[in-house]
């Protein structure tokens, strides 16, 4: 029931640079996953949101209340521990009822039986009949999870903040739980942040997907946006499978033209709107697999020839690595395609489906104007340093 | 133990090869190599120190060059100083602070610079520290007779003394002697508990904490009945040789040589308990790298394992020394011999307790330069020392360290080896029990035992005298508690500037000698309402709160270092406040740790002994039980005297005793806690 806005913020440790220039809006009632590989920054914005690290600069607002100063304990917020951390003198039971207990509403706190009543439904919710009266170190990791799942789930939090919750079960568990929160999330319209390293969880529960890399965000946009238009080569390369081919602009338009090194002309598009592109630049054409087809369709498709040097049967589908020039590349063609490994194969790809994007990662997203990231000239340098 | 590294002869010698030199001479000199390294590690962190100081200073002259922009630089820095303090602090956290530094800052603190003013003040027309540098009491006088080690008497015992040198430089050389007995004894034992699995290790290892029982002062009174002319040992000595037909020549301890072997004897542990606890958290695949390239047996240990423990040997080696300069309870029971009279921590005893109603600066004056040389070996330390040196120790222990099995053989010899060492080691406690149980003046070799010495104990002055040890320590421990596990919260979990600062505070007690304290407490309070002129109670109970405090705020430490800050950060997330989450989660995680610092507080509050006789002179009916072992010890048998004054220390001993054996449990591999570093 609240939108936290992430305003400019910026968090080091010494030297280390754990997440910078972040600057979201998480809608109310909207689950955000933070996507990305491992010490990108996840965890530290996480505990940025909670409050156990003040931000080095900018602010943190929970609709127009700046909490950026406010003490962890008044921000309302349920945190789900990337390490659990259950205190080991607690029951099962004591663990989950500690955040009911220290609840307060209007003066008023919770009945020993309501809490008994609240802490006995979330332990059905996430299958630990039974064992409440455990203390942690005799749980499995997963039973561990889930205590911790269900200490941050039962306080109905204004924010639920959830730290890799699922990284340590099993697929069906995890999907079980997955739909759990995104049910308890749903119904009770929690504003909730999900760290994850894993693209297909992200893409399936989100409602908005943050992608990070060496502490920024890459891209902040629905699931289906991040897939279709990556914003920074990392992204691209991160959330599914792309080719890559380096080349340079010859022609600017909606629809641009760009040499390869060798000769070779590609004419696409870019994912990045009001990017200032020059005849000139150095920029990276991206396909995704499934784009590439065996059939022209359009006189203004792309035309690759290669040779196949992997041929790989997936059932649906058949994937084909083969070599364009020197550069690898990957397509996934329809099962019955004709192809086998040392053929020389020609694909085409519709010029909407080839994605231009700049070099230069989230330092080319500062020259967007409206994007913000945006920037004037001199801050990229300083910020760069 | 020694390897031969199998060079294999290859084809062609070349010049890159030299031959293994004898396999003898290579661990002669890895030995010598070894005593040397020690003394050049300890040099070197002294003159470390000595830069840090100078860098200090420099740095305030840097800032005096240019005062207006710096004190601005300052002054922000102090601005933003503040501001984290006010964020990082609450209201409980605020109180607990203020109260650490009132405490310290009134009874360590200001006692300490009253010292430090004291010596300094100016009689007849000269600093007082100056008049204490021209007596020759205090200076090497270099004359042969000063030299005469071996001293045959005209009763035929061979008498042993030390060397005269005057105060100053006899408390040093006693000290260094005693910490090289220490490194020696103590890296032995605990290199042997730490690698070796044999049958009866964990006898070794319970036996091994007794010498961490009882402080110098009641050994002293045992060794010195054990070692005598007449005593033990001698008798035994004897009668062994004229079974053979022999005559023994008795030898007997006196003056120096006698405090030397006391005090080498008991403090020992301290070194073996900080090497032990070394040696059990060096990361095992550490050595098994260096094995894997080839190092073997004793070139294994001189390479990687020594000097990966070497931080903890020597910060037990200076902790050693420290006590041993400080140590008042030795000279004392070998007062009779003049020379043991010449020691620093005597002589502030003397200066302190002669002149009562007003106070000679004399006292204060030694005791500055007692004090001196303490600091400059804990400041010397003060990495190790630190509270905080363990954060990233914290895995200790949490791996199966590297222990060897020994065969039967092997096991045989090492008892014969460990046996005769441990008898020695444990002369102290040994005696001190036989004499509690001898009969008085008997002379037989086995004197009959007898229970009369602990008619002692029905004394009404002993009594009185228990009672109020008992609720002096039991008082002073509440404090500790209260005041440690605060200090220990601020400093693990509080990022308020001055940190590090406060961590030297409250360690450095460990550090700075009893008299010096006492003497402190004489020049500043006496005759006020602290201190009024026949009531040093309520100074003893504080002296023991400061001075024991170190191992109550490091016990929790450690505690919290084990406990990760997400539990807490847990509770604070769902609504819990800063204090209820202090009660609710903090103090029952680190519960343990705390009644283990509190348990050892208690017992040395018990035995402390500079203090207590120093305060306890101004009135025998409020001074504690050690007090009253020195008058026992000193008094007229059969009533009073060695064997009841004993008695008394078996009584402190099994209490110690006690608590030794929990806390060793409860710490485990950071059993070195029990030192106070
Ligand atoms: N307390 C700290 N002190 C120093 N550096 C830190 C600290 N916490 C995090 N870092 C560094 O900041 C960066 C981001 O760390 P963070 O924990 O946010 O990563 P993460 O995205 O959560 O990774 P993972 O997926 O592995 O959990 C890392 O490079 C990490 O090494
Ligand atoms: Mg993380």
């Not at chain 2, 203090?611 to 009253?628: I, K």
Request: charged share 15%.
């Amino acid at each position: 029931m609240v939108t936290i806005h992430l305003v400019n913020l910026r968090k080091t440790f010494g030297d280390v640079i754990a997440t910078d220039d972040v600057n979201m809006d998480l809608e109310e009632g909207k689950l955000t996953t933070l996507l990305g590989p491992s010490g990108c920054g996840k965890t530290t914005l996480l505990r940025l949101i909670a409050g156990f690290y003040i931000p080095d600069r900018g602010r943190i607002f929970f609709d127009d209340r700046d909490v950026t100063e406010i003490p962890p304990n008044k921000r309302k917020t349920g945190m789900c521990f990337q390490n659990y951390a259950l205190w080991p003198h607690m029951t099962v039971f004591d663990n989950i009822s500690y955040g009911l207990k220290m609840k307060r509403m209007n003066g008023m706190k919770y009945t020993p039986a309501a809490i008994a009543n609240r802490v006995e439904k979330v332990i059905d919710l996430v299958h630990m009949q039974g064992l409440a009266n455990r203390t942690p170190h005799q749980l499995s990791g997963g039973q561990q999870q889930r205590v911790a799942l269900a200490r941050a789930l039962v306080i109905e939090p204004d924010v639920l903040l959830l730290d890799e919750p699922l990284s340590n079960l099993d697929a069906k568990l995890r999907h079980e739980m997955r739909e759990e929160i995104m049910r308890i999330q749903k119904e009770l319209s929690i504003t909730t942040v999900y760290v994850t390293h894993d693209q297909n969880e992200a893409l399936s529960i989100s409602d908005m997907v943050a992608v990070m890399d060496k502490g920024y965000i890459q891209q902040y946009a629905s699931p289906k946006e991040i897939y279709a238009r990556p914003q920074t080569i990392f992204v691209a390369d991160f959330i599914g499978k792309c080719t890559f081919i380096d080349a340079e602009i010859t022609s600017l338009g909606e629809y641009m033209k760009a040499r390869l090194p060798d000769g070779q002309v590609v004419s696409g598009r870019s994912p990045l709107e009001g990017y200032p592109f020059q005849v000139g630049e150095r920029v990276r054409c991206a396909v995704r697999p499934e784009d590439l087809q065996t059939e022209r369709t359009d006189p203004t498709d792309n035309e690759i020839m290669g040779v196949a040097n992997e041929v790989v049967y997936l059932g649906s589908n058949l994937e084909i690595h083969f070599k364009v020039g020197d550069i690898d590349a990957v397509s996934l063609l329809p099962p019955d395609a004709p192809a086998s490994k040392g053929d020389k194969i020609r694909l085409f790809a519709p010029r909407a489906n080839v994605m231009v994007l700049p070099l230069g990662g989230v330092d080319a997203l500062r020259k967007i104007p409206g994007h913000p990231l945006y920037s004037q000239p001199a801050a990229v340098s300083s910020s760069a340093a | 133990m020694a390897e031969v590294s199998e060079t294999t002869e290859s084809e062609s010698p070349g010049t890159e090869m030299v031959r293994q030199e004898n396999l003898f001479v290579a661990v002669l000199r890895s030995l010598g190599n070894l005593v040397i390294g020690l003394f050049k590690g300890i040099a070197q962190r002294i003159i470390r120190f000595v830069k840090w100081t100078w860098r200090g200073v420099v740095r305030l002259a840097g800032f005096l060059r240019s005062p207006a922009k710096n004190t601005r630089i300052l002054s922000d820095k102090f601005i933003s100083g503040v501001h984290t303090f006010r964020r990082e602090m609450d209201s409980l956290s605020s109180i607990q602070l203020l109260a650490i530094i009132i405490v310290f800052g009134v009874f360590l603190i200001a006692p300490l610079l009253k010292v430090v003013v004291g010596s300094f003040t100016i009689q007849e027309g000269e600093f007082v520290i100056l008049l204490l540098l021209r007596n020759p009491v205090f200076l090497p006088q270099w004359s042969p007779a000063d030299f005469r080690v071996i001293r045959p008497s005209p009763s035929g015992i061979v008498e042993i003394w030390g060397i005269e040198m005057g105060v100053i430089l006899n408390s040093l050389y006693v000290a260094a002697i005693v910490t090289c007995i220490a490194v020696a004894l103590g890296t032995f034992f605990a290199y042997l508990i730490a690698r070796y699995e044999f049958r009866g290790k964990t006898i070794l290892r319970t036996v091994l904490l007794f010498p961490m029982l009882s402080t110098p002062f009641v050994g002293a009174i045992g060794i010195k009945w054990f070692l005598g002319g007449n005593g033990f040992l001698n008798n035994l000595a004897s009668a062994f040789f004229s079974w053979f037909g022999l005559t023994w020549t008795r030898i007997e301890f006196h003056g120096l040589a006698a405090i030397i072997l006391v005090q080498g004897l008991s403090l020992f542990s301290l070194v073996y308990l900080n090497a032990y606890s070394s040696f059990v958290s060096i990361d095992p695949s550490l050595e098994e790298q260096a094995e894997n390239l080839g190092a073997k047996g004793f070139t294994l240990f001189r390479t990687v394992t020594l000097p990966l423990a070497m931080p903890g040997i020597q910060a037990g080696a200076i902790l050693a020394f420290i006590l041993s300069i400080e140590d008042l309870g030795t000279p004392i029971v070998f007062s009779e011999d003049l020379q043991a009279q010449h020691c620093l921590a005597y002589q502030v005893f003397i200066n302190i307790t002669s002149e009562s109603g007003s106070i000679s600066p004399i006292g204060p004056a030694i005791g500055m330069i007692l004090l001196a040389f303490a600091l400059m070996g804990f400041l010397a330390i003060r990495k190790y020392a630190a509270l905080r040196s363990y954060a990233s120790g914290s895995k200790g222990g949490q791996w199966n360290p590297r222990t060897r099995r020994l065969s039967a053989r092997a096991t045989v010899l090492l008892y014969l080896l460990v046996v005769s060492m441990l008898f020695f080691a444990l002369i102290p406690q040994m005696s001190v029990i036989l004499l509690s149980f001898a009969e008085y003046r008997s002379s037989a070799l086995f004197p009959p035992l007898t229970l009369d010495n602990f008619a002692i104990l029905m004394n009404s002055d002993i009594q009185g005298a228990l009672t109020r040890t008992l609720s002096y320590a039991g008082i002073a421990t509440i404090g500790i508690v209260l005041l440690g596990v605060s200090a220990a919260y601020i400093i693990s979990r509080r990022k308020i500037p001055g940190r590090t600062a406060l961590d030297l505070l409250v360690t450095s007690p460990i550090a700075i000698p009893g008299t010096v304290i006492a003497a402190g407490y004489f020049t500043l309070f006496y005759n006020t309402p602290f201190f009024p002129r026949d009531a040093p109670m309520f100074l003893i109970v504080m002296s023991y709160l400061v001075r024991k405090f170190p191992f109550t705020v490091r016990a929790a430490y450690a505690g919290l270092q084990q406990t990760p800050v997400v539990m807490e950060e847990a509770s604070l997330n769902v609504g819990a406040g800063r204090n209820t989450t202090f009660a609710k989660i903090v103090v029952p995680l680190i519960g343990l740790s705390v009644l283990a610092g509190a348990l050892l507080s208690f017992v040395y509050c018990v035995s402390e002994v500079s203090t207590s006789l120093l305060l306890g002179g101004a009135n025998y009916y409020q001074a504690p039980l050690t007090y009253w072992i020195n008058v026992t010890r000193a008094g007229l048998p059969p009533i009073y005297g060695i064997g009841p004054a004993a008695a008394l220390g078996v009584l402190m001993m099994s209490m110690q005793m006690v608590v030794i054996t929990v806390t060793n449990r409860i710490l485990k591999t950071r059993a070195s806690a029990m030192t106070g570093i």
